[in-house]
C-alpha cells in the first residue's frame, strides 16, 4: 500500500528462505492511516509456516482502535498456515480481505469452505467505509 495519502509508515519485516534451490521472498508491510482509522498489513510474496511468527506480530502489534485490512493482493503463494491466521485474526478483530484474492488463495479458501466467511473489499476506500 505503498503511496497511500496520509498514512504514516510503520514498519516492514522482510523475510527470506530458499525453496527448491531458487530463491523466494515474502514480506509484511504495515502502513497505519490515522485519518481513515485503519491499519493496513500487506502480505508479499511467498508466505508459508516458517514466517507465521512474523505475520503474527504483524497483526497483533497493531494500534487496537483501528480497523484492520489484510492486503492480500500481491500474495503469490499460502498455504494452510495462512488459513489459520485469516481465521484466527477475523475471530479476534474487525478484519476486512483487500482484494482481488489471488486465484490460489481463493481456491484455499474456497476448498475449506471458508470464503464466505471474510469481508472482502475491492479498494482500499471500500475497506475503511464503516
Not at 48 to 53: G, L, M, R, S
Request: net charge negative; hydrophobic share 40%.
Amino acid at each position: 500500500m505503498v503511496g497511500v495519502r496520509g498514512a504514516r509508515w510503520v514498519d516492514t519485516v522482510p523475510m527470506q528462505w530458499t525453496q527448491d534451490d531458487a530463491a523466494a521472498q515474502c514480506s509484511v508491510e504495515v502502513h497505519v492511516d490515522d485519518r481513515r482509522g485503519v491499519c493496513v498489513v500487506a502480505v508479499v510474496g511467498e508466505m508459508d509456516v516458517e514466517y507465521e511468527p512474523d505475520i503474527e506480530l504483524a497483526l497483533e502489534t497493531r494500534p487496537l482502535k483501528l480497523r484492520l485490512v489484510l492486503d492480500v493482493t500481491r500474495l503469490e503463494f499460502a498455504d494452510s498456515t495462512m488459513l489459520n491466521i485469516l481465521i484466527r485474526t477475523r475471530r479476534r478483530h474487525d478484519m476486512r480481505l483487500l482484494g482481488p484474492i489471488p486465484k490460489q488463495l481463493r481456491e484455499l479458501l474456497r476448498v475449506t469452505g471458508t470464503l464466505g466467511h471474510f469481508q472482502i473489499c475491492g479498494s482500499l476506500e471500500e475497506a475503511c467505509a464503516p
